[in-house]
C-alpha cells in the first residue's frame, strides 16, 4: 500500500498505470510540434532555435517534449537547473543544454559528466569552472548572461567591460554565448525599453569582443520577442510559452496567436450526479446556493491537482458541449459543477477543466485571468498528482 502510493507521488509514468481516477492531463505532442515549425518558419533557416522546457516544460513533460521537439530539429534546450539538464541527458537527449540560472557551488562535476551548459553571471562561477576544468584538462563552454534591465540574474551591462577583462584569465574556460532576457517585450509601451535593452547588449557584446572573445551565440529573445522584435533575434532564439500554444497573456496584445494549437488539456469526468433543491448550500462556507431545482456534478479534480481554488464560483468547465459554471468553493480533491442545463448528463460524463471542444474552449489563460496570475502558472500548477498522458 506504502509503495504504490509512493510510486504515485514520485513517478509520473508510474502514476500513469497505477491511475484509476479520470482525472489527467493530455499532451498533444503533434500540437508542440507544429508550433515549433512555426517558430522555425518566423526565424528562418539563420536564426537557431534553443526550445525551452525548464521547469518540465512548463508542467507539460520536459523528456517527452524534449525528445519531439529534437526529433523536429531544436538546436538547444533550455533549463533552469543542472539538475533538469540531467533528467533530459539520462533520457537520450544529445543537443546542446543550456542551464539558465547557472550551477551551485559542488554541481560543477555534474556539467562536466553531463555536459550541459551554465549561464554565468558572476566571477567566482568561473573561477570555480575554471579550476574544476583544469583538473580535468578539460576547457568548459558558459554563455554569460547581461542584465540589460531585468535586474535578475546577469552581469549588469555597465559592469560588462570590467567582467570581460577579468574572465581573460581563465584560460581553461570559453566564454562561448552572451545572452540577455528581456522585461517587457509583450508590453507595446514599452517597446523603447526593449530596444534600450537590445543597445546595451549590443555594447556589452562589443565589450567582450574587444576583450579577445569571439562568443558564437548571440541570443535575447524570449517567446513575445520573437514574435514581435524581430530585430532583435541575434543568431538564436529561445522561445517557451508559444511552444506549449500558450500566448494570449504573454504576447503583444495585438498578436493573433490562433495559429498555436493547444498543448495541454486537462480532463477530468462526473464521479456522482444528484438533484439539489431550490435554495440549498453547497461546499465550504455555504458561498453558493440554488436559486432554482438544480442537477449537481461532483468532479475528483482540486486544488491540489492543479484546479486552483480562484475557480470558485467563478470557473467553469465542459460537459456535453456545454459549459457548467463551478458552483461554491473548490477544494482540496473535489469540485462541484451545475449541470442543471447540461441535456443528457450522465455519470462518468467527461468534464474539459483546460481545452477545447468544438468552438467551446478553456484555455489556461482563462483561468489564469480568474486567479489573476499567467497561464505558465496555471500548466506548472498542474500538480504530479494528475498523469500526463502523451497523444
Ligand atoms: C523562461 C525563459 C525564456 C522563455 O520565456 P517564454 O516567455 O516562455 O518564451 C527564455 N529565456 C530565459 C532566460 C528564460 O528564463
Known amino acids: ?21 479520470p482525472t489527467c492531463a493530455e499532451i498533444s505532442l503533434d500540437s508542440l510540434a507544429s508550433n515549433f515549425r512555426i517558430v522555425k518558419e518566423l526565424v528562418g533557416a539563420s536564426v537557431k532555435v534553443m526550445a525551452v522546457v525548464k521547469a518540465d516544460a512548463y508542467g507539460h513533460g520536459a523528456v517527452q517534449c524534449a525528445k519531439r521537439l529534437e526529433a523536429e530539429g531544436a538546436d538547444w534546450f ?12 539520462n533520457a537520450g537527449i544529445t543537443r546542446p543544454i543550456l542551464c539558465f540560472g547557472g550551477f551551485w557551488r559542488g554541481q560543477e562535476g555534474l556539467l562536466i559528466e553531463h555536459n550541459l551548459v551554465p549561464a554565468v553571471y558572476r566571477l567566482d562561477m568561473l573561477g570555480e ?7 580535468e584538462s578539460r576547457v568548459l563552454d558558459v554563455h554569460v548572461k547581461i542584465d540589460t534591465g531585468m535586474g535578475r540574474l546577469g552581469v549588469r551591462y555597465d559592469a560588462a567591460t570590467e567582467f570581460a577583462e577579468s574572465a581573460r584569465v581563465f584560460k581553461n574556460i ?4 552572451l545572452m540577455t532576457h528581456f522585461a517587457s517585450a509583450d508590453e507595446p509601451t514599452l517597446n523603447e525599453f526593449t530596444k534600450t535593452q537590445v543597445s ?4 556589452a557584446l562589443q565589450q567582450f569582443e574587444a576583450k579577445g572573445f569571439r562568443p558564437s551565440f548571440h541570443d535575447l529573445c524570449n517567446s513575445a520577442a520573437t514574435v514581435s522584435h524581430p530585430f532583435a533575434y541575434g543568431n538564436m532564439v529561445r522561445p517557451g510559452g508559444i511552444l506549449y500554444g500558450l500566448w494570449r497573456d504573454i504576447l503583444q496584445p495585438s498578436v493573433n496567436g490562433e495559429a498555436f494549437q493547444n498543448v495541454m488539456s486537462v480532463y477530468s469526468s462526473i464521479a456522482l450526479l444528484k438533484r439539489v433543491p431550490k435554495g440549498d448550500s453547497l461546499g465550504y462556507g455555504c458561498t453558493f446556493r440554488t436559486s432554482r431545482d ?11 491537482d492543479g484546479f486552483v481554488r480562484a475557480n470558485s464560483n467563478r470557473g467553469r468547465v465542459i460537459i456535453r458541449g456545454h459549459y457548467a459554471p463551478v458552483v461554491g468553493r473548490v477544494s482540496m480533491d473535489l469540485t462541484i459543477v451545475d449541470v442543471t442545463d447540461v441535456p443528457g448528463v450522465r455519470l462518468d460524463d ?7 471542444d468544438g468552438a467551446l474552449s478553456i484555455h489556461a489563460e482563462e483561468m489564469a485571468k480568474l486567479a489573476d496570475t499567467i497561464s505558465y502558472e496555471i500548466t506548472c500548477g ?10
Not at 570559453?174 to 554565448?177: C, K, L, N
Not at 546595451?200 to 555594447?203: D, G, I, V
Open 1 to 21: 500500500m506504502l509503495d504504490s502510493t509512493q510510486n504515485l507521488i514520485t513517478n509520473k509514468d508510474q502514476a500513469a498505470k497505477n491511475c484509476h481516477r
Open 78 to 89: 533550455g533549463v533552469a537547473l543542472p539538475e533538469e539538464g540531467v533528467e533530459l541527458r
Open 129 to 135: 569552472l575554471d579550476r574544476v576544468a583544469r583538473r
Open 174 to 177: 570559453r566564454i562561448d554565448g
Open 200 to 203: 546595451r547588449y549590443e555594447s
Open 294 to 304: 438544480s442537477v449537481i456534478a461532483t468532479l475528483p479534480i482540486g486544488y491540489h
Open 350 to 356: 467527461r468534464a474539459i477543466i483546460i481545452g477545447e
Open 382 to 391: 498542474i500538480s504530479g498528482r494528475v498523469p500526463r498522458v502523451y497523444v
